[in-house]
């Protein structure tokens, strides 16, 4: 799981303005980090904080005038299953399988036509259940996969590629 720490700190690294643009981190520091509860370590969840984010929608017309490249919202999907994790009735399984099978349906694309996600990555192991259950790979090889793929902005499957949450994440504490 630190594996994903480091690949999207790695994204962050090559964001400009990202808050942690010039720390690189490896899965060695985040091994080493403080951990928080076992086994997750400091450097594999997102720190506290405030802010807020927005998707501008517009006609696909508008969009196509706009000075950026625009991207297109083919499929969408959404389900929710409990108020929180601890109402679940399984941990490792997420709604997101559920979501997923529809936006993708909806979309009419494969897995394999992913070029990047952008996966929500409150904690490493919120990454690897996605992966898993949108179907990028089975149920239980989400380790495998990630072990096999480099998931920074210059891999063959880019997870948040402009570092995630992490890109705000603890810096490694000097040694003493």
Known sequence: LA?????????????????????????????ASKVVADPIHVLEIVMPCNGGSAVVLTSADRARSCPHRPAFVTGFGERLAYKTHSYATDMIRTPIAHAAEQAFSMAGVARSDVDACQLYDCYTITVLLTIEDAGFCGKGEGLAFVNGHDLSYAGDFPVNTNGGSWAMASPVPPAD
């Open 3 to 31: 594996k994903i720490s480091a690949d999207q700190r790695r994204s962050a690294n090559r964001t400009p303005g990202a808050v942690f643009e010039h720390v690189p981190i490896t899965i060695d520091d985040v091994l």
